[in-house]
């Protein structure tokens, strides 16, 4: 390892240190969009404990691995929410709320922090 790689290397655990925070974050959004009388809270539920693990990784040791296991679930968490930001703009009358856009934000964020390790290594 060269000192320039070292160098990159070794600006992967503040990053993850971040993306670890963006993920509970994450998480705190989830269990604040949760609605008693919707069946969907579960949905919920299930994505808010899918960012802990990711957060609990990243924090202590992000590995390539972990970073990859995080981008994909990233990835697959903006299509999502996407998905559900364009219907509640089609179909309710409220539109997106605040934290749906700040949920938005957070996995926006924590994916170009995946990106931006993955180019460090």
């Known amino acids: 390892m060269t000192t320039l790689d070292g160098a990159r290397g070794a600006l992967t655990p503040p990053l993850g240190k971040l993306a670890a925070l963006l ?3 994450s998480a705190a959004v989830h269990v604040l969009l949760l609605d008693t009388a ?3 809270s579960l949905a919920m539920i299930g994505m808010a404990l899918v960012c802990l693990p990711c957060a609990w ?3 202590r040791h992000p590995t ?3 970073w ?3 981008a994909t679930l990233d990835a ?12 509640v703009t089609h179909h309710a009358h409220g539109g997106p709320t605040a934290l749906m856009w700040t949920g938005l934000a957070l996995v926006t964020s924590q994916l170009a ?3 931006a ?3 460090r290594r």
Do not use: C, E, F, K
């Open 76 to 87: 697959a968490m903006l299509l999502l929410h996407a998905q559900m930001v364009v219907g």
């Open 57 to 59: 990784h990243l924090w």
């Open 117 to 119: 390790a993955a180019l």
């Open 23 to 25: 993920g509970l974050t």
């Open 64 to 66: 390539p691995v972990v």
């Open 38 to 40: 919707s069946l969907g």
């Open 113 to 115: 922090l995946a990106g």
């Open 68 to 70: 990859a296991t995080t």
